[in-house]
Structures are given as C-alpha cells and as structure tokens.
C-alpha cells in the first residue's frame, strides 16, 4: 500500500445527513458525462444530497482525466477502489523505471509513448499492471502533458492518497457502510479495529476481494451494521448476497450506472439475495 499523508484516514464516519438524501454510486471508471446525466435525471442538489461512490471512479473511461473536477462538482464523497490504488503504486514505484525507458530512447518521432509504454510493461509488473487496467491515461498525463497537466496529476496522486478504505454513514435506517470489493470479517466492528490497527491484509482485501461472488464469503451477514454497499465485481444487475449489496452494473462496459438511495435499502433487503447476473467484461 501506497504510504498515506497526514490527512488520510482509513475509516471516515458521516452523521445523519438532515437536509436531503444520501447516494451512492457504483464504479464509474471515467464515465461522468453518464455520472452527470444520471445525477441530473434525479434531481440531485449538492448542497443538500450527498453523494458516495464505492471507489474505482477512474480508468478505461475517457473523461478519466477529469476526476477532479468530477469530485469537486458533484462533492463525491469515495472509498478508495482497487484501481486507485494503482496509480498509487505506480507513482511511488513504477514511475521511475518509465522515467529511465523514456531517457533511454532518442528523442526523435520514433520515440513514441506506446513503444515506450510497451517496453516498460514487459520488464515492470507496476507499469503492466496499470496498463492492462486501462491507467495508461495517468502515464500519459504524468509524463506527456504539459506543466498545467503534471501539475493536475498531482493532484490526482494527492486526492487519491487521501481516499479512506471505508466509509459509514448514519441513516435513519441505521449505519451504512461502504468498501470498494467487499469486507472480509463477519462483523464492522471488527473491520473498525483492523484499519485502526493498519492491518496491511485487511486493506488488500478490502480492495480486490471477490469470493463473496463465488460463494465463497467469509460470511452471510456483516454485523453491527445494516448493509454494506460494494463495487469491483461488475454485474449486468445490481447483486446481493446478505446484506453486502454489489452496484458495479458495468457502465463502462456500455451497461448500466447505479445510483442507490440508501433509503431504498431496507427493500432491498428485504428481497433476499440476488446472485451476479452476468459476469461482465474486466
């Protein structure tokens, strides 16, 4: 894990929000025109809704270099998603090794950032990683863009540096909490005490877990807090499995974006599990 600056905090608490509605959006992956129109369509007031995302806001999408102004408009509020976290690893770890291919070509038209991107790729797993993932946008605007572009990826590099692992919000159905992939204990307040301990393995699996998926959850029902909402695992359908509801419905793949009111989630409890529906394109 990427180390965290003085402002991060792994767990982030919201009161009772008695102005207007709470929401919660599943991963956008740099699709905010479709992030805009929904919003739009429901009304959405940022001075009196908030809005929360389970994470994964950027890559595969082509308004991925916009997520700044996405998150200032919209005030999201957003758990840190797997694919945050690599351009986090990759800025701490794989941008130097891209920094020494790219010294090592002349510079001459056929010093191309694919050709570049390639090579690298084939001799550092970070910058493979990210690549295959759709985050070669940030490589681009890291290394290619002008001082004005540097300077808005560091920004990116700082805003996600500051996303928490999870969120609980208070509702007047009880505490909501949200993760990006899923919680891999059979209580929150064992999730609690985890991240206040810095429990490296709890933050990983936080991120990428997808057993719950594959029946093969730790556990059915996730105590001491009323539902947890996730991303990660994309679906053509909203899932559920317990009280773990899954929002991914593939926007970038052509799908669906969720928007879920956490006043709606007692209902949806109430209707019992609903498995993945259709596997989409990672």
């Known amino acids: 894990m990427t180390k965290d600056t003085g402002c991060y905090q792994a767990l982030q608490h919201y009161s009772l929000n008695p102005l207007g509605r709470d929401l919660v959006v599943g991963d956008v992956h740099g699709c905010f025109s479709l992030l805009d129109a929904a919003l739009k369509q429901l009304g959405f007031d940022p001075t009196r809704d908030r809005l929360f995302s389970v994470g994964d806001l950027v890559d595969r999408g082509d308004e991925s270099p916009a997520v700044l102004d996405a998150v200032r408009r919209h005030q999201i509020k ?8 690599m351009i986090l690893d990759w800025a701490l770890n794989g941008r130097l090794e891209y920094a020494r291919a790219h010294r090592s070509y002349p510079v001459s038209s056929q010093a191309k950032f694919d050709q570049i991107a390639a090579d690298v790729s084939h001799r550092k797993g970070t910058t493979s990683a990210l690549i295959d993932n759709g985050g070669e ?4 605007l890291h290394f290619r863009g002008d001082e004005t572009e540097k300077c808005n990826a560091q920004h990116i590099v700082n805003y996600f540096t500051s ?3 999870a969120i609980e919000v208070e509702t007047a159905h009880g505490l909501m909490g949200i993760v990006h992939a899923d919680v891999p204990v059979d209580n929150w307040s064992s999730l609690r005490r985890a991240l206040i301990h810095g429990d490296s393995e709890m933050c990983e699996t936080l991120l990428w877990d997808r057993r719950r998926w594959k029946g093969r959850a730790v556990s059915d029902w996730i105590a001491h807090v009323t539902a947890v ?8 359908d909203v899932a559920q499995c317990g009280n773990v509801i899954n929002i ?5 793949y052509g799908n669906k974006l969720t928007i879920l009111n956490f006043v709606d989630i007692p209902e949806w409890l109430a ?10 394109e990672r």
Do not use: C, K, Y
Request: net charge neutral; aromatic share 6%; hydrophobic share 35%.
């Open 248 to 252: 991914d419905t593939g926007a970038v």
């Open 271 to 280: 209707r019992g599990d609903r498995t993945i529906t259709r596997n989409l």
């Open 78 to 85: 957003a758990v840190r998603g797997n694919h945050e976290q």
């Open 229 to 236: 909402v996730v991303g990660h695992s994309p679906t053509h």
């Open 137 to 140: 946008w940030f490589i681009e």
């Open 163 to 165: 996303m928490p692992l």
